[in-house]
């Protein structure tokens, strides 16, 4: 038989050592059940590219096949497939943050492809992620016009992996569930059914690039040997002490120069707020002495332009006084001097006209 009766329940693997596994624990035979709903056989098999239990790289090969089947007359649906796919694989865990040896991420980006997560939900998934290119021959007509040709494949894969059971034999059973998108370069001839001639009458050709989903997959793994997939794809810290040592000694001596930058920071830090401090205090007693004399500058600056403002004041005062005191004594001078003229010219002028007149009289009597 192919799998054994007896079967138990998967536990996780908490311990921590290196095992050698042999090529048997190494191989795996996979289908998937979706091909299997679609009427298309497919099988693969999968080689662990190394011999411990921290390895977590794979190589594998996939082949779908569908041949045509033989009829008396052509048939109006056509459905054959077929292809060969090789992929790799890296298998991961999820682990939780611990601030040491594993960080949060950082950027959006290392989120989406990351393995690490604040914490471990289902201890006994185990994740992967990959690439693949492949190669296929199809011939498929559901309508109208049907499609045959080739077409290269590539591009990426993602799934995760539960372990089902453990048979007695030390084989295993898994359920895997995964997607697969990429890029085609295909090259395909249109062709048509004609029922009368009992043919496919050619109708064009294409080249094309497109976008494919080559796989959806909810399928079935069994392992050989007794090495399940919960002991498997382990993380080298956690199994390998050695290689726990040299990682911790190099976090250690990180941490170490880290520790001594933040020291050296501490200390440069202290000094300088220690020199600014002094400097500061030194500056504000020479601020403060700089200011007093200005201001005692500013002072005697202020007073005597006050006293020059007096000063000059006061001699134009001075020489006002001087000025109207001159005045008054030129005034009081001219006095005594003029006041006799001002009376004695008019009786001249008056007593020269009475003369005047009274000669005139005298000629005009004289006359006559």
């Known amino acids: 038989m192919f799998f054994p009766l007896v079967a138990m329940a998967q536990v996780v693997e908490t311990r921590q050592h290196v095992d050698t596994l042999s090529t048997a624990e190494r191989l795996s035979l996979r289908t998937n059940a979706v091909d299997w709903l679609?009427?298309?056989?497919?099988?693969?098999?999968?080689?662990?590219?190394?011999?411990?239990?921290?390895?977590?790289?794979?190589?594998?090969?996939?082949?779908?096949?569908?041949?045509?089947?033989?009829?008396?007359?052509?048939?109006?649906?056509?459905?054959?497939?077929?292809?060969?796919?090789?992929?790799?694989?890296?298998?991961?865990?999820?682990?939780?943050?611990?601030?040491?040896?594993?960080?949060?991420?950082?950027?959006?980006?290392?989120?989406?492809?990351?393995?690490?997560?604040?914490?471990?939900?289902?201890?006994?998934?185990?994740?992967?992620?990959?690439?693949?290119?492949?190669?296929?021959?199809?011939?498929?007509?559901?309508?109208?016009?049907?499609?045959?040709?080739?077409?290269?494949?590539?591009?990426?894969?993602?799934?995760m992996v539960k372990p089902l059971y453990e048979f007695a034999s030390g084989n295993s059973l898994d359920l895997e569930f995964a997607a697969a998108v990429g890029v085609a370069y295909a090259k395909y001839d249109t062709y048509t059914h004609n029922r009368e001639d009992d043919c496919y009458p050619k109708t064009g050709n294409k080249t094309t690039i497109m976008p494919i989903i080559n796989d959806l997959r909810v399928g079935f793994v069994y392992r050989f040997g007794k090495y399940p997939i919960s002991k498997k794809y382990r993380w080298r810290y956690d199994v390998d002490q050695r290689y726990q040592d040299v990682v911790d000694s190099v976090i250690s001596a990180r941490q170490k120069s880290r520790n001594d930058k933040l020291f050296m920071d501490s200390l440069d830090g202290l000094a300088r707020k220690m020199f600014w401090s002094k400097y500061d205090s030194l500056a504000t007693k020479n601020k403060a002495k700089n200011d007093s004399i200005r201001l005692k500058d500013a002072a005697q600056k202020a007073k005597q332009k006050k006293d020059e403002k007096a000063a000059k004041e006061a001699e134009k005062q001075a020489k006002k006084a001087a000025k109207e005191e001159e005045k008054k004594q030129k005034k009081e001078a001219l006095k005594p001097e003029e006041q006799p003229q001002v009376t004695t010219e008019p009786k001249v002028q008056e007593q020269s006209s009475v003369t005047a007149t009274e000669n005139n009289v005298k000629g005009k009597e004289g006359g006559q």
């Not at 298998?91 to 914490?119: C, M, T």
């Open 38 to 159: 679609l009427l298309v056989p497919n099988v693969g098999v999968e080689f662990d590219v190394g011999q411990y239990n921290w390895n977590r790289w794979s190589a594998g090969l996939n082949v779908r096949f569908r041949p045509g089947s033989s009829h008396t007359f052509k048939p109006g649906i056509v459905y054959n497939v077929t292809e060969v796919r090789a992929e790799v694989r890296n298998y991961y865990r999820i682990r939780p943050f611990d601030g040491r040896n594993v960080r949060r991420q950082k950027h959006f980006w290392d989120r989406l492809v990351s393995a690490r997560r604040p914490e471990s939900r289902h201890p006994n998934t185990v994740y992967y992620r990959g690439a693949f290119v492949g190669y296929n021959t199809y011939s498929l007509k559901l309508g109208k016009e049907g499609k045959q040709g080739n077409a290269i494949l590539g591009g990426v894969m993602w799934g």
